[in-house]
């Protein structure tokens, strides 16, 4: 009973994360241009990761909606240290880095969204 329990807890988790990456894909952030405000989106949003002064005035702030994380793989197998038997990493290990997922506005400089971009890059 306790794997199938398991399985449950699981596909109800995977549901809500899939839920949550929906939410913002699902903004109509085109239907936002020209009214939607720099105020509004920190309220809604939170603070920027990032925030660039552009020429006339223009504001460019970015959010990372969803950070990668590295995820690594080692090989493993039995060995033994003097008089103790365990498992030693053999080589060789792998680390990838997931990309970053983020949110580009662009704001005039009334602070009303002018251009919007979201996509992936590799962190920092």
């Not at 053999?90 to 971009?117: M, N, S, V």
């Amino acid at each position: 009973m306790a794997p199938h329990l398991a399985g449950l807890v699981c596909a109800a988790l995977l549901g809500l994360i899939g839920a949550g990456c929906q939410a913002l894909q699902q903004v109509d952030w085109e239907g936002r241009v020209g009214q939607y405000s720099y105020k509004q989106a920190v309220a809604e949003l939170g603070r920027p990761e990032r925030e660039t002064k552009l020429a006339g005035g223009l504001r460019r702030v970015e959010w990372i909606t969803n950070s990668g994380a590295s995820a690594g793989r080692t090989l493993t197998g039995a060995g033994y240290r003097r008089a103790t038997v365990g498992v030693l990493p053999l080589e060789p290990t792998e680390i990838h880095r997931l990309r970053d997922r983020y949110l580009r506005l662009t704001f005039d400089k009334a602070g009303r969204l002018a251009a919007w971009e979201h996509g992936t890059k590799t962190g920092d």
